[in-house]
C-alpha cells in the first residue's frame, strides 16, 4: 500500500505517533483528558521503521471554565534528529 502511495517502502501508520501524543496528555492530565479533552494535529512528515520519536507538549495558556480550568496545549512529535512529523494542539482539564 506504501508503494501504490508513491512511498519507496513501509511507512509507519500515522496514528501510532497520534497515540504517542494522547498518551503523553493522559499521563499528564488523566481523566482530565480522558473525559473532556480535545486533540487537533496534522500528521506533516513521514516515520519510517526504525525511526525514533518522542511527543512534546507545551502548555500555552489556562483559562477558567466555570468552577475548572482548562490547559490549552501545542504539541509537536520530532525524530531523533529533530524532524516534526506532527504538530498541533490539545486541551485538557486541569484537576485541583
Known amino acids: 500500500m506504501a508503494r501504490a502511495l508513491g512511498f519507496p517502502d513501509v511507512v509507519v501508520q500515522g496514528m501510532m505517533s497520534v497515540c504517542f501524543v494522547a498518551d503523553l496528555l493522559t499521563k499528564r492530565y488523566g481523566v482530565g483528558f480522558l473525559g473532556a479533552g480535545k486533540l487537533d494535529v496534522r500528521l506533516v512528515n513521514v516515520v519510517w521503521p526504525g525511526d525514533v520519536i518522542t511527543a512534546y507538549g507545551k502548555v500555552r495558556d489556562i483559562v477558567v ?8 496545549l ?10 516534526v512529523t506532527i504538530i498541533g494542539s490539545g486541551s485538557a482539564i486541569v484537576e485541583r
Open 65 to 72: 471554565e466555570g468552577s475548572r480550568r482548562r490547559a490549552y
Open 74 to 83: 501545542d504539541v509537536v512529535v520530532r525524530e531523533d534528529d529533530g524532524t
